[in-house]
C-alpha cells in the first residue's frame, strides 16, 4: 500500500510492501488520476447491473420456486437453505480463481474487461437456464452454474476500485459502488417483486440488463494492458500457494477480511436470505412478496444518503474504522429489534435503522479494504480472497439460518445470532493498524 494521507505515520514496512519492482509497468502502477464522474457513473451503473441479476433470485425468484414445488414450510426454508449454500461455495472458487486469473491476463482489451464482458454472457445464460426450471434439481444447477460464473465477473469488477481510484477518492467511490447492491435491491424490488411476477420473464429481464451494462462499461473502462513480460511463467503450485495470504504477516488484511466475513454473515442468515419466508411465515403479511419489496425500498432509500455521507465523510476526516464500527453496531441493533418484536411495524423500524448502518458500511468498509491490500500485482486476487468473506456467509448463513428454523420452527433466535456476529465485527475493526 502506497503511503498516503489515510496512512498513519508509524506505519511499518512491512505494512506498505509489494509496490517496489512493480512501477515499471503502467498496469500495476499505483493510480494517481482523478476519475471523472462519467467514469464513476458507469462503475456504479456496472456494479448495479450485476447486483441486479443476482439479488432478486435470491430474495424473490428462488423462494417462489420453491414454494411452488413444496409447500410445507419446514422444508421451504431448508431446501432455500441449501441452493442458496450450493451456489455460495462455488461463487468462493470462481472469485479467487477469477480475481487471480485476471491478474495474469494480457489481452490487449486489458486484464478485466475480458472477464467482465465473457462472464457476463455466460451468467445470461445461467439465468435462461433457471427460469425454465421445472424441478428442484434444475433449480440446484442452474444456481450453482450462475454462480460460478457471475463471481467471475464480480471478481474482475471489483478488482477495477484498486486499479483506477486514487487513494484520495477512495471513500467516495467506494460509496458509489456500495450504492450498487442496495439499488439493485430496489430495483430487484420494484421490478421483480411488484411489477413482474412472472417468474421466466424475471429471469429474463435480468440476463439481459446485466449483459448490455456490462458490455458498455468494457467501452468505458479502456483497461490497460498487462505486457506478457510482466507475468511470470505459470506454475500451479505456486499459483495455488498464492491464495493463502498469512494474517500474521499482513494482520490488518486478516482482520478486514474478518469484519467482512461477520457483517455478512449476520446479514445473509436474517434479512439477506430469509426476509421473504419471514415475512409470510412470522410476521403473517398476505402479500410476503409486495411486503418484502416494501421494506426493502425503506432500507435503501436510508442507504442512499448513509453511504454517500459516509464515504465523503472518511474522505474529508481521513478516518474509516470509525465509520465501519459505528454502521456495524447500527445493524447490530435492527438485528436485535427483530429478535424481540414480531410485527409489520417492527419490520419498518429495523428497515430504517439496519438501511443506515448498511449504507455507511458498504461505503467505507470497501475503501478500507483496498487499503490493506499485500501488493499491486495481485489486486484481482487479493480483493477475490476478499470477496471470499462475501461468498463464504452467503454458503454457511443460508445453510446455518435454514436448519435454525426447521429445528426451532422461530426466527428469533436466528436474529440474535445474527446480532452477536455483527457486535463482533464491530470489536474487530479496533486492531486494524495501517488505516485510521
Known amino acids: 500500500m502506497a503511503d498516503t494521507p489515510l496512512t498513519p505515520p508509524d506505519a511499518t514496512a512491512a505494512s506498505l510492501a509489494g509496490v517496489e519492482g512493480e512501477s515499471q509497468y503502467e498496469a500495476l502502477r499505483a493510480p494517481t488520476k482523478r476519475l471523472g464522474f462519467g467514469f464513476i457513473l458507469m462503475l456504479c451503473l456496472a456494479n448495479i447491473a ?42 468462493i472458487f470462481s472469485n479467487i480463481i477469477g480475481g487471480a486469473l485476471s491478474d495474469r491476463t494480457t489481452s490487449r482489451w486489458g486484464r478485466r474487461a475480458p472477464w467482465l464482458a465473457g462472464c457476463a454472457v455466460l451468467s445470461a445464460g445461467a439465468l435462461a437456464l433457471l427460469g425454465n426450471a421445472t424441478t428442484l434439481a434444475m433449480l440446484f444447477i ?58 421466466k420473464t424475471g429471469y429474463y429481464i435480468l440476463a439481459g440488463s446485466f449483459v448490455i451494462v456490462s458490455v458498455l462499461f468494457t467501452l468505458v473502462l479502456r483497461d490497460t494492458p498487462l505486457p506478457r513480460e510482466a507475468v511470470p511463467p505459470f506454475r500451479l503450485g505456486a499459483f495455488l500457494r498464492g491464495f493463502w495470504i498469512s494474517p500474521r504477516a499482513n494482520p490488518d488484511f486478516g482482520w478486514a477480511w474478518l469484519v467482512r466475513f ?34 426493502q425500498i425503506i432500507a435503501v432509500a436510508m442507504i442512499l444518503v448513509s453511504s454517500v455521507l459516509g464515504g ?98 422461530s426466527f428469533e433466535p436466528l436474529f440474535f445470532m445474527a446480532a452477536g456476529a455483527v457486535l463482533l465485527a464491530a470489536i474487530c475493526v479496533l486492531p486494524i493498524k495501517s488505516v485510521r
Open 50 to 91: 450485476l447486483w441486479f441479476s443476482m439479488q432478486p433470485v435470491i430474495i424473490y425468484l428462488l423462494p417462489s420456486q420453491i414454494t411452488a414445488f413444496d409447500s410445507d414450510p419446514g422444508r421451504q426454508g431448508l431446501y432455500d437453505g441449501l441452493v442458496l449454500a450450493l451456489g455460495a461455495f462455488l461463487s
Open 312 to 409: 465523503y465523510l472518511s474522505d474529508r476526516f481521513r478516518r474509516r474504522k470509525v465509520f465501519v464500527t459505528g454502521s456495524a453496531a447500527l445493524i447490530c441493533v435492527a438485528l436485535v429489534i427483530l429478535a424481540f418484536f414480531t410485527s409489520w411495524t417492527t419490520t419498518l423500524i429495523a428497515a430504517v435503522i439496519v438501511g443506515l448502518g448498511f449504507g455507511a458500511y458498504l461505503a467505507v468498509d470497501l475503501a478500507l479494504m483496498t487499503e490493506v491490500l499485500p501488493s499491486a500485482r495481485d489486486r484481482g486476487k487479493d480483493m477475490g480472497v476478499f470477496n471470499i468473506a462475501n461468498a463464504l456467509p452467503n454458503a454457511l448463513a443460508p445453510l446455518t439460518g435454514g436448519l435454525v428454523i426447521a429445528t426451532f420452527g
Open 262 to 295: 461477520l457483517v455478512n454473515f449476520g446479514w445473509s442468515s436474517t434479512l439477506g436470505s430469509f426476509l421473504f419466508l419471514y415475512l409470510k411465515n412470522a410476521v403473517g403479511v398476505k402479500d410476503p412478496s409486495g411486503s418484502a419489496a416494501i421494506a
Open 142 to 199: 442452474g444456481y450453482g452454474l450462475y454462480q460460478l460464473v457471475v463471481n467471475g465477473a464480480l471478481a474482475a469488477l471489483t478488482a477495477v476500485v484498486p486499479d483506477k481510484a486514487p487513494d484520495a477518492q477512495r471513500g467516495l467511490i467506494s460509496a458509489f459502488v456500495g450504492l450498487a447492491l442496495p439499488v439493485a435491491i430496489v430495483l430487484g424490488a420494484v421490478v421483480i417483486g411488484i411489477a413482474v411476477r412472472d417468474v
